[in-house]
Nanobody, 124 residues
Framework: QVQLVESGGGLVQPGGSLRLSCAASGNIISIYSMTWYRQAPGKQRELVAAVTSGGSTSYADSVKGRFTISRDNAKNTVYLQLNSLKSEDTAVYYC??????????????????WGQGTQVTVSS
């Protein structure tokens, strides 16, 4: 059924850039707000950025001006462009989405989904 698959993480030097992708698959009817979180070792998961179905965006103060969230509705994909990366950006990044899908029984279900996470490491 519905899954979120993330990609694009990796090792980058301070000041570098990465582009994270999260693609939703399944019998998707609608995807509402899509959100990126991150979690560093020993720390709580925190909200990074969000984009609504109407295209409105919001960001954590710590990433504002450096990160950009966007979505491609035709591809059921949300992106996070990470620029001017700092060591404190090192974390596992997770995407989250509220999705309306249709079962084989033709019943509609709405659920919140999490991706598996992708590691971003910023180090010289």
């Amino acid at each position: 059924q519905v899954q979120l698959v993330e990609s694009g993480g990796g090792l980058v030097q301070p000041g570098g850039s990465l582009r994270l992708s999260c693609a939703a698959s399944g019998n998707i009817i609608s995807i509402y707000s899509m959100t990126w979180y991150r979690q560093a070792p020993g720390k709580q998961r925190e909200l990074v950025a969000a984009v609504t179905s109407g295209g409105s965006t919001s960001y954590a103060d710590s990433v504002k001006g450096r990160f950009t969230i966007s979505r491609d509705n035709a591809k059921n994909t949300v992106y996070l462009q990470l620029n001017s990366l700092k060591s404190e950006d090192t974390a596992v990044y997770y995407c989250n989405a509220d999705i309306l899908s249709r079962e084989r029984t033709l019943a509609f279900i709405q659920r919140n989904y999490w991706g598996q996470g992708t590691q971003v490491t910023v180090s010289s």
